[in-house]
């Protein structure tokens, strides 16, 4: 079913991940080297963010819809899905990035197709979010597009190490983020088909976002950290998320 809906999904799905890791290879050529402090609270914040957005809406919205069995099988799948994506197309996180070498172009471009494939399970979340609620939608895309600036800013800084002109690093990091809305339409279109289908993928939506806070943006957030900017951050977005979703709804 191709209506208006799935392609306005689609179109917040390409949008979520282009403007995301775009923005962080706009602000790492901006800024080179951005400080620690911004970087971990950044990514503390998005993962609060995202940690409220689980357990207070895409969770309870799973059960409520499909009840708790078919939330918990989701959950499960999308976890592994995660889990096996980062096995065999591994990217590093914005903390093992290093600077320098001639070759660092292509290792930016590698960490860019590593990227590109987390992208999608992350746009069929969004996809799901948004036919179980504008609102929870909403969140999700801002919140992934939040966490895809260090994915960015990871995958320009090699690239401007190795030389690579500010177009093309512009426009590979760009290209990184489409997936996303591939994976939103793929969310949403599967979504609609049953109740317990969007309740399966609320589920996965909330294991895959489970896995990528606790393996990628909390333990990012206190590897580079100075101080305490990257539990602040944590509990910021997630008093942040709290109030995002009370106003939305």
Partial sequence: MFNADILDITLIGFLAGIIGTGSGGLLALLLRKPKNELLSFILGFAGGIMLAIVFTDLLPEAIEI?????????????????LLIDLYLPHAHFSESKDGGPSYVRTGIMLGLGIAMHNLPEGIAIGAGYVASPSVGLALAVTISLHNIPEGLAMATPMNAGGLNVFKTLLYTGMAGIPMGIGAFIGSTISNISPYILSISLGFAGGAMLYIIFDELIPDAHNIAKGHS??????????AGILLLSILH
């Fill in 66 to 82: 499909g009840g708790f069995t078919t939330a918990l099988f989701g959950l499960v799948m999308g976890t592994i899905l995660i």
């Fill in 230 to 239: 990257g539990t602040f951050g944590a509990v910021f977005g997630a008093i």
